[in-house]
T-cell receptor, first 113, second 113 residues
């Protein structure tokens, strides 16, 4: 079945450091790919998404490119801030129809001042 | 602002005492989901509705039930909460298509004493 694998955390960075969180997926069809972010005590919220191969999603300085050849959707940011500290979930939906979203295990990011 | 609202934000119940969590949405989305999340792990899908059509995950315990009386509201009933049911419960909505974003409520933190 479909699955999402993302790098284990926690990831600890200093402010202004470069961030990469790796995400790879397995899907039988052509899924849409998402990054969701969860701040402490809150629900998940969409950070960015890409719906077809080679699309780049971007938001708030974060970027991810849908790479079909490597089945990857790695999250990057050039300069992290303390306020980026959160848990990040890679997810896919719609590879074979239906309404389910498959989430990765989540990666906790700590950014130190 | 259109949004997904969950009440209450914090719920304390006793072992074995039925509890109901509620979710409402002003987005007029077709699909509504209930997830269970423990300790910032990946959300675990319990069930979802597409309009009135109910879809139960195979591994959702019978102890968990749901109702969707209309498009806007959805309820999660836990008939006899056990200590292992203590978790964050997240409601989410999606318009219809797999490319669409899921919108999450802030969650209800359930404590079982």
């Amino acid at each position: 079945g479909d699955s999402v694998t993302q790098m284990e955390g926690p990831v600890t960075l200093s402010e202004e450091a470069f961030l990469t969180i790796n995400c790879t997926y397995t899907a039988t069809g052509y899924p849409s790919l998402f990054w969701y972010v969860q701040y402490p005590g809150e629900g998940l919220q969409l950070l960015l998404k890409a719906t077809k191969a080679d699309d780049k999603g971007s938001n708030k300085g974060f970027e991810a490119t849908y790479r079909k050849e490597t089945t990857s959707f790695h999250l990057e940011k050039g300069s992290v801030q303390v306020s980026d500290s959160a848990v990040y979930f890679c997810a896919l939906s719609g590879s074979t129809g239906g309404f389910k979203t498959i989430f990765g295990a989540g990666t906790r990011l700590f950014v130190k001042a | 602002d259109a949004m997904v609202i969950q009440n209450p934000r914090y719920q304390v119940t006793q072992f074995g005492k039925p509890v109901t969590l509620s979710c409402s949405q002003t987005l007029n989305h077709n699909v509504m989901y209930w997830y269970q999340q423990k300790s910032s792990q990946a959300p675990k899908l319990l069930f979802h509705y597409y309009d009135k059509d109910f879809n139960n995950e195979a591994d959702t315990p019978d102890n968990f039930q749901s109702r969707r009386p209309n498009t806007s509201f959805c309820f999660l009933d836990i008939r006899s909460p056990g200590l292992g049911d203590a978790a964050m419960y997240l409601c989410a909505t999606r318009k219809r298509e797999s490319t669409d974003t899921q919108y999450f409520g802030p969650g209800t933190r359930l404590t079982v004493l």
